[in-house]
């Protein structure tokens, strides 16, 4: 698929989703250019991830459209996205070269090399097994494969959820030194604190709908406060309405 800059990289159009009775998305319009990380923050339940699911494909919305670069959901857009689940798909009876291979032959896009480099990094033997590895270590060897891929999207559903903060700065400088600029990434999360230092944009959401998107340093400047602190007062304001 052609990258251009003239189309966003993602556009939502009028979209919904609804589970039986519950509205988990509701007319969400949204345009994403390439070249940034941004924020998708909202409290647990909010419709994040759902969001996320609608973006890669794994959910049918009820309504509405999803165009990735100009295109409808579809093989051509999931070949272009690199999604990092909240949960880990990884086979933990596998050694973590078999996970290199998988990903060498299922992605055209995954650098090896690049992944090698960063696990040997983090001094870790390829011929283990998942299994063995903490729970900080698999987050990192996930965030690997799924940054060692050349994506156009990259789309991380709450990356840094019950981790210690060592593993948190080095997922937050991963991303960074890994990110290709004329990319963009979708990062989900309640956690803003921890994230905000790296976001060009930030998107809040509530109750399905998105209720702020807007540049993360022009939302500081006009605020005069960081956007965990607007987040926090905007989501207070609601709990009390």
Known sequence: ??????????????????????????????????????????????????????????????????????????????????????????????????????????????????????????????TARISSLSKGMQEKFQLILVMSRQADLYILDEPLGGIDPATRDYILDTILSNFNEAASMIIATHLIADIERILDQVIFMDRGKIILHQDADELRASKKQSIDEIFRQQFKANINE
């Open 1 to 126: 698929m052609p990258k251009t800059t003239k189309i966003p990289l993602v556009k939502c159009h009028n979209l919904c989703k609804i589970y039986q009775d519950k509205i988990a998305v509701n007319d969400v319009n949204l345009e994403i250019p390439r070249g940034k990380i941004i924020g998708l923050l909202g409290q647990n339940g909010a419709g994040k991830t759902t969001l996320v699911k609608l973006l890669n494909g794994l959910i049918i919305p009820t309504s509405g459209e999803i165009l990735i670069n100009g295109q409808p959901i579809g093989a051509e857009s999931k070949k272009i996205i690199s999604y990092l689940p909240e949960r880990s798909y990884l086979d933990r009876s596998s050694t973590l070269q078999a996970m290199l291979n998988y990903f060498q032959d299922f992605y055209t896009d995954f650098d090896y090399d690049r992944a090698l480099q960063l696990i040997h990094d983090l001094n870790l033997d390829t």
